[in-house]
């Protein structure tokens, strides 16, 4: 048996950080792909091995079945106790090695089924690290093999086309668990955007409960958008997230009125864009980087490039968690697209071939 998932990388366009403490955001799937292929062994020779080959770093382990569920069980307990602690140290402990995510992301999945052992190929385009939602991706593809496989195994009938809502939120929720012991406290929209595709409007509850709409808008409106790559941050996304809930701790009146100012920016650029009018758009990349400039969250680096564009009357912001040392991941733009290019090549910085508004997690081959 074998089966091929693809997940896409997804931009946040407004709104990030201010998502996790409840506020709105827009992101959007873009053509960046991570694609996981399930092979399974011989179900005679009764092989409990898993095989993981990441194609992206260049390495591959095996690992029984009860090898994955107890990392799994440990990675969970690591999580609790970060849960109560708080500490960066805690949660970069948890999945510390290349392969420790994928193995998470399978124990998750199987949970207390013993199936048939199988090798799990990965591969990707997506870059690491820096904002696009590589872990959500690897995460949600590797759910989705995995459970049609489940299902699969246990009738060879199955069909795809019966996969029921309730499947697909527990896709979602084994997808957003796996998310956890990497980033700690993840909102939820990067696991809401690769798993479901399009344009998304976005927002978590105090009860845990999401609103997730797809928006409909022109997608040559979104040409006008273009990704600069400035470098993977030295931070994880789980310590920048960190560091905002810290400052919310000390400073809670102060940070809670740059995540007011957030929601606000979220609301201008949803308009801007199904209205299709660029000034609401441009007006709320300005605004809404000049709020995370504030939460601590963009280098000087980074600011300065962002600066030389607005100089230009080039809108930019970090999208994503962004990061303080020296590199921040991705900055998104609104206009000229020449003039963005020859800006960054004085920062010897790339332009990424995006197109947003792209599908969401889906299965690509199947063979029984």
């Known amino acids: 048996m074998e089966i091929t998932a693809s997940a896409p990388g997804k931009i946040i366009l407004t709104g990030e950080h201010s998502v996790v403490f409840g506020k709105p955001a ?3 799937a873009v053509n960046k792909r991570v694609t996981a292929t399930l092979h399974s062994n011989n179900p005679k020779k009764q092989n409990s091995e898993i095989k993981i080959i990441d194609k992206r770093l260049g390495i591959t382990e095996e690992f029984t079945i009860n090898e994955i569920k107890e990392f799994t069980r440990q990675a969970k307990i690591k999580w609790e106790d970060f849960e109560n ?7 970069n402990e948890i999945a510390k090695n290349p392969l420790d995510l994928a193995k998470i992301t399978i124990g998750e999945s199987i949970k207390e089924q013993n199936p048939t052992g199988f090798t799990l190929e990965i591969k990707s385009d997506i870059p690491i690290g820096a904002g696009m939602g590589s872990s959500a991706a690897l995460t949600a593809c590797i759910v989705t093999a995995v459970f049609v496989y489940l299902k699969l195994s246990a009738d060879k009938n199955f069909d795809l086309r019966q996969l029921k809502n309730d499947d697909l939120e527990a896709i979602n929720k084994i997808s957003l668990e796996a998310e956890k012991r990497r980033h700690g406290e993840p909102s939820g ?3 809401t955007a690769v ?3 399009g344009l998304i409007w976005y927002q978590r509850k105090d009860d845990d409960s999401r609103i997730m709409e797809q928006i409909k808008v022109n997608k040559n409106f979104l040409t006008n958008f273009t990704v600069v790559d400035t470098g993977r941050p030295r931070e994880t996304t789980g310590e920048m997230v960190l560091a905002v809930r810290k400052k919310l701790e000390r400073r809670k009146r102060w940070t809670q009125g740059i995540l007011e ?3 606000e920016t979220s609301r201008k650029m949803l308009t801007g864009l199904t209205k299709e009018k660029p000034e609401l758009v441009k007006e709320a990349i300005f605004e809404n980087e000049k709020c995370l400039e504030k939460l601590g969250v ?4 980074t600011k300065q490039f962002i600066r030389k564009l607005k100089l230009c009357g080039i809108p930019a912001k970090i999208s994503g968690a962004g990061g303080r040392k020296d590199k921040s991941g991705m900055v998104i733009c609104w206009g000229n697209k020449e003039l963005i290019n020859s800006t960054a090549e004085t920062c010897n910085y790339k332009l990424l071939d995006i197109s947003l508004g792209e599908e969401g997690t889906k299965i690509i081959s199947q063979n029984n």
């Open 85 to 91: 602690s708080r500490t960066v140290n805690q949660l």
């Open 26 to 28: 827009l992101t959007t």
């Open 261 to 263: 100012k957030m929601e």
């Open 298 to 301: 963009v280098s000087e680096e």
């Open 189 to 191: 929209i990067d696991t």
């Open 195 to 197: 798993l479901n595709g």
